[in-house]
């Protein structure tokens, strides 16, 4: 399901999304929404990690959280 938010942003973040959009070609609400998407996800993983061990886990679901893991680190460090 879709909903709508309307924000009220200072110009200069507001240019900045322009500026972008003309480099590659995306509106301006298709950059915000990539942004907000991958800064919602941000951290969910990772904040799991305390209880990492909490529970009987099989090899193959520990290495498939440890991939999850890394991808979210990826995403990350490629976003700076």
């Known amino acids: 399901m879709k909903q709508t938010l309307t ?3 200072p110009e ?3 240019q900045a999304l322009q500026e972008e959009a003309a480099k590659t070609g995306k509106s301006v609400e298709q950059l915000a929404l990539d ?3 991958q800064h919602a996800r941000r951290g969910r993983l990772e904040a ?3 209880f ?3 529970w009987h886990m099989s090899p193959e679901e520990r290495a498939r959280i440890e991939q999850m893991l890394d991808q ?3 995403m990350e460090e490629n976003e700076v």
């Open 72 to 74: 979210e680190r990826h």
């Open 48 to 50: 799991l990690m305390p």
């Open 35 to 37: 942004w907000l998407s």
């Open 12 to 14: 200069d973040i507001y």
């Open 7 to 9: 924000l009220e942003i």
């Open 52 to 54: 990492f061990g909490a």
